[in-house]
């Protein structure tokens, strides 16, 4: 082989190493670019499941719109789950399930899901109306400030008294989507629209004439009406189903003992309503002779839908001092007596008070005890010296506010100098009560009074309360007559508010996301 040739093979040679090395390394860079491209498209469907199981996404998606402005499921979430919470404490529905797989209604096919969307929807359209009214009538977000700051407060507290976070309460009350800017800018809205509602709730109140409450009582005097009655009911005794050796009874024995079982209770109610009838009106003496199962002597109710559905026709169906049977299905016979119906006429009273309390002590194994004598003696000489100091002075509703404001130790009054507006018998303690009511009060009237705690409460205090009589008020019927008319009437105003804006509420496909 010449010289030239063999060059030429030599250069063949490496002309296609080179080409084959070439051809691998573009392989490898074709499998490289492949792989990397695969490698990209991972993580970027990683991150983005990261992100959908965050809630990023689903927090943001529109769930409703309120005139025409969006609320993301976030947003919603705040009106949804105040919605679903008394259902929730109720025990109406399982945690445990999603709320759009519990019907709430078989008929219509509607579940819980369906049902809390609307009323959040409801919620979020009434403040949102409430709100814009504010903002017109001149209220402003300072007016709620310190409402606002106090709630955020105690949001932390509970955080962290519960040894958690304030995202992690607010997770637990409101949903996964919960954000603490969220919660607490619509809770601002929240407590202007519900001020706003409130001082025209008042303005309600304050405004009906007397013909205007007579007028309403006429119409309405059953629901404000106070019933007097009494009732002995007797319930069957219970039969058992093996006799005295322990053989099991058949079905048809068991039913003609509890047949029996039924006429018995039957007899005893009729012996008790014949002795009623025949000039034994001392239902309390009735109640021992007969023992019946459950009794009432002399319960008062307000409104004839307190009385029981058991009995409630019959009841008032009778007239003053008449008595009936009333047979309960298979489960008993009532005797119902009526003795009165009408409105309530006992006054309200004003009064202002400061309470010096008596420290509770604890034993050893830290129980609540009763005060020491000396924690006592130190609230009374305290009590002593306030009633001095304000018989020093000029002895006005005024001046007494002014030292409740400075010594009471009752954190609702003693920044409003003491003061409790419209009180009602049984509102307060025992001792309190009586003092006000059993006594024929004057304008001014001062008294120092004793109140013994309860250990078995948690919210018992001990202590005196030095209390100054205002004056009386109006009767406890006409404060209820105003109460409902005031209810209606606000709630009338903020209907009106809703159908006569743009506040069309509009389920969006966001909200599925809530009560999962």
């Known amino acids: 082989m010449s010289a030239s040739r063999e060059k030429k093979q030599r250069q063949g040679g490496i002309s296609d190493k080179v080409t084959q090395a ?172 519900n001020l706003y509602s409130n001082d025209k709730l008042e303005e309600f109140y304050d405004s009906y004439t007397s013909e205007e409450l007579e007028a309403y009582y006429e119409e309405h005097k059953d629901s404000i009406d106070d019933f007097e009655y009494s009732y002995l009911y007797f319930t069957p005794a219970d039969v058992e189903d093996t006799d005295e050796d322990g053989n099991e009874l058949s079905d048809e024995e068991i039913e003609e003992l509890e047949e029996q079982a039924l006429a018995d209770a039957k007899e005893k109610a009729e012996e008790a309503l014949a002795a009623y009838e025949e000039g034994d009106t001392d239902v309390a003496a009735l109640i021992e002779e007969y023992e019946p199962n459950t009794s009432g002597d002399h319960s008062v109710v307000t409104g004839s839908t307190s009385l029981s559905s058991g009995y409630r026709e019959e009841l008032l169906e009778l007239d003053e001092g008449e008595a009936a049977l009333v047979e309960n299905g298979e489960s008993g016979y009532y005797v119902v007596i009526f003795h009165s119906r009408g409105r309530n006429e006992d006054l309200s009273a004003d009064i202002r008070h400061i309470l010096f309390q008596a420290v509770a002590a604890t034993d050893e194994e830290g129980n609540l005890t009763a005060p020491t004598e000396e924690e006592w003696e130190s609230a009374k000489a305290e009590a002593d010296k306030v009633l001095a100091e304000y018989e020093a002075g000029d002895k006005t509703a005024e001046a007494f506010g002014e030292l409740a ?71 406890e019927w006409v404060m209820a007559v105003r109460e409902d008319m005031s209810t209606d009437d606000t709630t009338a105003w903020e209907d009106e508010l809703v159908e006569n804006g743009n506040y069309e509420g509009v389920a969006a496909d966001g909200a599925k996301y809530l009560g999962t």
């Open 22 to 193: 070439d051809q691998k390394q573009a392989a490898y860079k074709r499998k490289v670019r492949t792989y990397t491209a695969i490698g990209v498209v991972v993580v970027v469907l990683v991150a983005a499941l990261l992100i959908w199981n965050s809630g990023f996404f689903q927090s943001r998606a529109t769930a409703a719109t309120i005139g025409g402005e969006k609320l993301t499921a976030a947003e919603l979430s705040y009106y949804y789950y105040d919605q679903r919470y008394t259902y929730v404490y109720a025990g109406l529905i399982d945690t445990s399930v999603p709320d759009d797989e519990q019907i709430l209604n078989e008929e219509e096919g509607t579940t819980y899901h369906d049902f809390f969307v609307e009323q959040a929807i409801a919620s979020a359209q009434s403040v949102q109306a409430r709100y814009d009214a504010a903002l017109e009538a001149g209220y402003t977000e300072a007016d709620i400030q310190d409402d606002l700051d106090a709630t955020m407060e105690s949001l932390e507290s509970s955080a962290a008294s519960q040894g958690t976070s304030v995202k992690g309460i607010l997770v637990s009350s409101y949903g996964k989507y919960m954000t603490e800017s969220i919660f607490e800018r619509l809770t601002a809205k929240s407590l202007l629209a």
């Open 405 to 475: 404001n400075e010594y009471s130790d009752d954190a609702s009054s003693n920044t409003a100098g003491g003061l409790y507006e419209n009180v009602t018998r049984g509102q307060f303690v025992d001792e309190l009560d009586q003092w006000i009511f059993d006594q024929e009060h004057q304008a001014g009237d001062v008294d120092i009074v004793r109140h013994e705690g309860d250990l078995d409460s948690l919210s018992s205090y001990w202590g005196y309360h030095l209390i100054y009589f205002q004056g009386w008020g109006e009767a």
